[in-house]
């Protein structure tokens, strides 16, 4: 998506550590105008998927699936919650997740009163990097029984792979903008042809 990669090139800081910080406008600030023409270029990509739900996971997901929410007829987000010990009680689908940025292990959890096996879910998420985030959230959908049909990202790092790993299991994954390389002493980013 054009205006997301020229938002990318013009505001998105390359950190050494293969990290991108984009808090002028997704991660910190919000362009809600710029969330929004990406929440209408996800429901053309995924017109002909049935989704009723969105799943995202705290903290930065949540304003960019609400956002994506209002192309789907205001489906309801649910929001994966990290939690530091939890009682499993019955009540939760649970999983962990290593996070990309902290490089903790936290567990995850969704109460069972948000997802069941009629919900048809959307996945959506800020950045793909490896792919645990991703893959800790289709865990707890499949705990639930609900169908995952598909998968938007804003930002996948195509050289950290986990979006090649999730397409060749056969979801269908539509990333907003891929990054083929990124170089922090230059700053310069290049973008993967037709993302
Ligand atoms: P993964 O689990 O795919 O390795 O990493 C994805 C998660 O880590 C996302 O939920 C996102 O919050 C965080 N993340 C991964 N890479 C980056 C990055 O380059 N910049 C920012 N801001 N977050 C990232």
């Known amino acids: 998506m054009k205006l997301l990669e020229e938002r990318i ?3 998105g800081v390359v950190k050494s550590e293969g990290v991108l910080k984009v808090d002028s406008f997704l991660n910190h600030q919000i362009d809600v105008n710029l969330i929004d023409e990406m929440g209408a270029e996800f429901a053309r990509l995924f017109a002909d998927a049935p ?7 705290e903290a930065s997901g949540i304003g ?3 956002l994506v929410a ?3 007829g205001n489906a309801p987000v649910v929001f994966a919650k990290k939690a530091q010990s939890i009682n499993l009680d019955g009540e939760m689908y649970s999983t962990k997740i290593q996070s990309f940025t902290h490089g903790r292990i936290f567990d995850v959890i969704v109460s069972k ?3 069941s096996p009629e919900d048809h879910v959307l996945i959506i998420d800020d950045f793909l990097a490896n792919g645990c985030a991703l893959n800790g959230l289709i865990e707890l959908v499949e705990e639930s029984g609900a169908t995952v049909e598909g998968i938007g990202i804003a930002v996948e790092k195509g050289f950290q792979h986990g979006g090649d ?4 299991e056969g979801y269908h994954l539509e990333s907003l903008a ?3 390389s990124m170089d922090p002493n230059t700053g310069e980013v290049v973008f993967r042809e037709n993302a």
């Open 9 to 11: 090139k013009r505001d």
């Open 51 to 57: 989704v009723n739900k969105i799943l995202t996971i």
């Open 64 to 66: 960019i699936a609400c």
């Open 70 to 72: 209002r192309h789907f």
């Open 113 to 115: 009163k948000f997802l």
């Open 165 to 168: 790993k999730l397409r060749e």
């Open 178 to 180: 891929i990054l083929e």
